[in-house]
């Protein structure tokens, strides 16, 4: 399959499932992608070397629209460039890393946007069939399968064609994607078949890249919170979804107010002025989050 086929495939498929496990989400400011190891991918949306709330924001809220329109990486391209380049955050650009002072010049282009888009879709949308694998009784083997073009790695070559149960410890590491820009995926073995299982011992070591060895089944955290009742960890907070404090959100170059704000007088009008916001002239509003 094509880089082109497989965008294809992506804008197709925009289950209710993944774009949930996007909105759900929480946001974290990285300076290198290691900053958020493993499972905390499935509580935070990142973007390395994106220091801006507001820009992390707005890239996360296009990716949840493209799939809920079916578009393809490049309809969203379009459409979040201009957003890009307004922000700054386009071409030759100088990241500074808050913690440090590191600064490092990287180039915004369309092989950045790809792998970006490629990462968050691929991953809420193998994480909600993961979901439903597990989750299927009559489902007993998986079998691995890699598109085998001039593209794919030599090692998940190595693993196409590998049938295990689908319960074996393996796939908590391999499920795919199990590396940057991985196309592979996971084929249910009909459940009449008994299949011959594969030697683990013959497969290769080095096939998972550090950054992506943990067990896509995780993806289902935020499976516990339903109809707004905490189900589980009653005392969760911001923190166990990665969500900023207040502190690290004052400090962000955030956009300022709308003019018609400019001139407020004291926090009693500033109050005022929000409460006509928030509730429109009700007396009262409930606002849903994730915790």
């Not at 598109?147 to 998940?156: G, N, W």
């Not at 008994?194 to 070591?205: E, G, N, R, V, Y």
Request: glycine share 4%; net charge positive.
């Amino acid at each position: 399959m094509s880089l082109s086929s497989d965008t294809k495939q992506i804008a197709k498929l925009p289950p209710k499932e993944a774009i949930e496990y996007l909105r759900q989400k929480g946001y974290k400011l990285t300076f290198n992608y290691k900053e958020l190891m493993h499972q905390a991918h499935h509580k935070a949306f990142t973007v390395a070397k994106i220091q801006r709330l507001d820009l992390l924001s707005d890239i996360k809220e296009s990716i949840i629209k493209a799939q809920k329109e079916g578009k393809s990486f490049y309809e969203w391209k379009r459409s979040i460039k201009p957003t890009l380049i307004k922000k700054g955050w386009w071409g030759e650009v100088e990241a500074i890393n808050r913690q440090t002072g590191e600064i490092k010049t990287i180039t915004v282009n369309t092989h950045r946007l790809k792998t970006i888009f490629y990462t968050n879709t691929r991953v809420a949308y193998q994480v909600q069939k993961a979901k439903k694998i597990y989750s299927d009784k009559n489902i007993k083997y998986l079998r691995y399968s890699a598109i085998l073009d001039s593209s794919t790695r030599k090692s998940h070559r190595r693993l196409h064609g590998t049938i295990l149960p689908k319960d074996d410890e393996w796939w908590r590491t391999h499920f795919p994607p199990n590396g940057w820009n991985c196309r592979c995926k996971v084929v249910a073995i009909p459940p009449h078949k008994t299949p011959k299982i594969t030697d683990k011992s013959t497969l290769p070591k080095d096939a998972v890249e550090p950054d992506w060895a943990y067990d896509i089944q995780d993806g289902g955290l935020f499976d516990r919170y339903k109809g707004g009742k905490i189900e589980e960890q009653a005392n969760s907070s911001y923190k166990d979804f990665n969500l900023p404090d207040a502190k690290e959100i004052k400090e962000q170059n955030l956009p300022s107010a709308p003019p018609r704000y400019k001139d407020i007088k004291d926090k009693k009008e500033a109050l005022e002025i929000l409460k006509q916001e928030i509730l429109g002239g009700k007396k009262e509003a409930t606002i849903r989050t994730p915790i």
